[in-house]
């Protein structure tokens, strides 16, 4: 078992984080549920099997659990009353924990209801996605769509612990895994070039659950490393957005039109066009550039669209991107594999070759 302790400056505890294998039922020696004066869970319904697990290793006394549908869709204004509700019939008061069992969107929305209810109740994650274990459940970030636009409404508010096991991985789809692959590739190119040449050696489904849990623990060293310089993204945080800018253009477009296409594809393929912008500014070499799309192919993620998305729409789609100043698209880049800087702009005629470039059957 591998773990670490987070500690932002504005508050006075820090987070523990655990990732190993079998860690569900280690839950009450890891965490002192008996210090809280009720404990509630909500969970993901689609991790039935981690939920059982939880429950079979807490105190009885802790038998009080809410399933919801923890996707995207249902991260909204709906759901958030429905927790809340659940808070208020469980009589949730300021000394009480509340779990998360479940995948991003479900830490997400429940994270936002114990960050808002009495200004605030502790929180455990356990994730039980790979994308929720590397990046969702670590740092803070809380928040439900409105409006249809997501994550308008949110707040930061780090989780008293975070529990990753690993063997609640082993029932995911592979396209499930591979959205968490794609930010473990993206946490390498940013920070940290052995762990980049590491994780691209091999397709991501190559990876042993032990292997797994020492990635997911690099992993969480780096977002860990980046939540603690700047909580609240003011800074280096906007560097956890590289591949994002593009990924969430050709996301969005894909969800328009009914494309199947994960997160974590969109995200490799929209670290294919910021790396191809990075090299055509002058940040890094063609050589890197090559070896940046010769890594997440690798690995098993996309490098190119599955059919072709007009330039034009995804030039539109940018412009509306939440990260935006103004009608300034802000940019993270590569300065080479492993360092990136941030806010940065680029010229409109590199960003339309890029999203060219990443067109289907590009060469
Ligand atoms: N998912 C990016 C962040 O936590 O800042």
Redesign the pocket.
């Known amino acids: 078992m591998r773990s670490l302790s987070i500690q932002v400056p504005r508050t006075e505890r820090s987070s523990r984080l655990w990732a190993g294998r079998g860690l569900i039922e280690q839950v009450p020696s890891l965490v002192p549920v008996g210090d809280y004066s009720s404990v509630a869970v909500v969970a993901d319904a689609g991790a039935h099997e981690a939920c059982s697990r939880l429950f079979a290793a807490l105190p009885q006394t802790c038998s009080r659990c809410l399933v919801l549908d923890g996707g995207e869709r249902n991260k909204d204004i709906n759901g958030l009353g429905r927790v809340w509700q659940f808070f208020v019939e469980q009589g949730l008061d300021r000394r009480s924990l509340v779990v998360t069992v479940g995948g991003g969107a479900l830490s997400d929305l429940v994270g936002f209801a114990a960050a808002t209810f009495m200004r605030g109740i502790a929180l455990l994650h356990i994730p039980t996605t790979l994308l929720a274990q590397v990046?969702?459940s670590?740092?803070g970030?809380t928040g439900v769509n409105f409006m249809g636009i997501k994550n308008l409404l949110g707040a930061v508010m780090q989780p008293a612990g975070v529990v990753i096991d690993i063997d609640a991985l082993a029932s995911l789809p592979p396209r499930e895994l591979c959205s968490g692959f794609a930010e473990i590739l993206k946490h390498g190119l940013i920070q940290d070039a052995p762990y980049f040449e590491l994780t691209s050696s091999r397709p991501f489904s190559a990876w042993s659950p032990e292997e797994l849990v020492e990635v997911v623990f690099r992993s969480c060293e780096i977002?860990r490393s980046?939540?603690e310089a700047d909580e609240t993204?003011q800074g280096p945080?906007k560097t956890?957005?590289f591949g994002h800018t593009i990924g969430h253009a050709v996301e969005g477009y894909a969800l328009e039109h009914g494309i199947p296409l994960t997160h974590g594809e969109a995200v490799a393929i929209g670290m294919v066009g910021e790396a191809l912008i990075s090299w055509r500014s002058g940040r890094i070499s063609e050589g890197e550039f090559l070896a940046v799309r010769a890594g997440i192919g690798r690995a098993g993620l996309p490098v190119s669209l599955p059919t072709p998305f007009p330039v034009a729409e995804l030039r539109q789609l940018l412009a509306r991107d939440k990260k935006n100043i103004g009608s300034q698209v802000r940019w993270v880049l590569l300065d080479r594999i492993g360092a990136c800087s941030f806010d940065l702009s680029v010229p409109e005629a590199l960003v339309v070759e890029a999203l060219t470039a990443i067109q289907a059957n590009c060469p």
Do not use: T, W
Request: aromatic residues 0%; proline residues 0%.
């Open positions: 990046d969702a670590i740092g970030k977002k980046v939540v993204e945080r956890l957005n």
